[in-house]
């Protein structure tokens, strides 16, 4: 099955410092990726996804995402962080026959004023 | 406006006493998946279908149900609840069954099993 790990279960940033939350996929063919936010309270909402188009993706609020492949990777970045960052965010990998999805434990971003 | 619409949004129960926390979708989505939410664990697959009257289980299925008779609704049902199975439980649909589908998630539904 695939899996996803994110590393680092808290992070705290400053305002307008670089976020930057990792992921790491296992699959043995290329994947479809995605990142995820949820908001306190809220469901998850999408804020991009890789599917083989282009390495680097740009998502919602400015975040985007790089597909290494060498390193089975899909970190999320983000330039300059905002208050309104703080949130969960979760990885996600869909499974090959595409009818199953496999989450990370998430991370939870703190920004600091 | 289009979404997944989940109800109770909170919930509180007795071990054994049998519960169905509704979700329904507005899209005409094929695709509808639950999931609980626990800390440290992420989420979780419990059921998906991927129509009418074709469902199969995910990763945690163990003392849960679930039918899709109709296209919009995707009911979650457990017959005895036990305590283990308090979470927060998060629908979800995508517009097909395909891999690189955006899924849109309800609003939540916590459960407590006393």
């Known amino acids: 099955a695939q899996s996803v790990t994110q590393l680092g279960s808290h992070v705290s940033v400053s305002e307008g410092a670089l976020v930057l939350l990792r992921c790491n996929y296992s699959s043995s063919v290329p994947p479809y990726l995605f990142w995820y936010v949820q908001y306190p309270n809220q469901g998850l909402q999408l804020l991009l996804k890789?599917?083989?188009?282009?390495?680097l993706v740009k998502g919602i609020n400015g975040f985007e995402a790089e597909f290494k492949k060498s390193e089975t990777s899909f970190h999320l970045t983000k330039p300059s962080a905002h208050m309104s960052d703080a949130a969960e965010y979760f990885c996600a990998v869909s499974s090959n026959t595409g009818n199953q999805f496999y989450f990370g434990t998430g991370t939870s971003l703190t920004v600091i004023p | 406006e289009a979404q997944v619409t989940q109800n109770p949004r909170y919930l509180i129960t007795v071990t054994g006493k049998k519960l169905t926390v509704t979700c329904s979708q507005n899209m005409n989505h094929e695709y509808m998946s639950w999931y609980r939410q626990d800390p440290g664990l992420g989420l979780r697959q419990i059921y998906y279908s991927m129509n009418v009257e074709v469902t199969d289980k995910g990763d945690v299925p163990e003392g849960y149900k679930v039918s899709r008779k109709e296209k919009r609704n995707f009911p979650l049902i457990l017959e005895s609840p036990s305590p283990n199975q308090t979470s927060l439980y998060f629908c979800?649909?995508?517009?097909?069954?395909?891999?690189?589908?955006?899924?849109?998630f309800g609003s939540g539904t916590q459960l407590s099993v006393l």
């Open positions: 979800a649909s995508s517009r097909q069954v395909k891999g690189n589908e955006k899924l849109f």
């Open positions: 890789y599917t083989s188009a282009a390495t």
